[in-house]
């Protein structure tokens, strides 16, 4: 077994590639570019929204107030004519990039944290790169992708996206597992 504390070197390295990768993935490659069309009419929309003064959080609309009213005709009348939406709605002006920046690279932290205590514990220090490879890119995999299935699944998010963003974190794992293979 490998004590946790011998694989700070990995541990921060993978946080930092993790970080660098994803930033050119997002920002410097248009492999994202067209996640998010405009919608049709994109100023009347918020011209109708906006009066409401919705605060930052997520909405649904149609939405019930009961498993009740979801049978009756009125609320199915609702649904029927649409639109269904689910919208996440953020504060007014620029988005301050730092903050998320900072809650990214914490949860990257965490997540090759997570995958560094499980293969501490279930790779030996002789194993071969190709096992702490495998176990490193799992549980690393296993925290950048697979829960944004459950986002197309029950919110319908876009498959194309979900889909784009698994990718994604195929390759953060993969780098993960590369420099934890390197380094072990």
């Known amino acids: ?11 921060l390295l993978s946080t930092v590639a993790v970080f ?45 107030q009961s498993m009740a ?49 499980l293969a501490s514990r279930s790779v030996t220090a002789s194993a071969p790169g190709a096992h702490v490879f495998h176990q490193v890119f799992l549980v690393a995999f296993a925290g950048y992708g697979l829960a944004l299935f459950q986002l197309a699944i029950w919110y319908s998010r876009s498959w194309s996206i979900t889909i784009k963003s698994v990718i994604d974190g195929a390759i953060y794992a993969a780098i993960t597992a590369a420099i934890f293979q390197w380094s072990w």
């Open 20 to 64: 660098l990768a994803s930033s050119v993935i997002h920002m410097a490659s248009p492999w994202h570019k067209n996640d998010y069309p405009r919608l049709p009419n994109e100023d009347a929309v918020m011209d109708a929204l906006r009066p409401f003064g919705l605060a930052p959080g997520d909405y649904m609309f149609p939405r019930p």
């Open 69 to 117: 009213e979801m049978k009756t005709p009125e609320f199915l009348e609702r649904v029927n004519r649409g639109p269904k939406v689910i919208m996440t709605v953020m504060p007014n002006g620029m988005t301050p990039m730092g903050g998320m920046f900072v809650q990214w690279i914490v949860y990257i932290l965490v997540v090759t944290a997570i995958a560094a205590h």
């Open 1 to 11: 077994m490998i004590s946790l504390s011998q694989l700070w070197l990995p541990l």
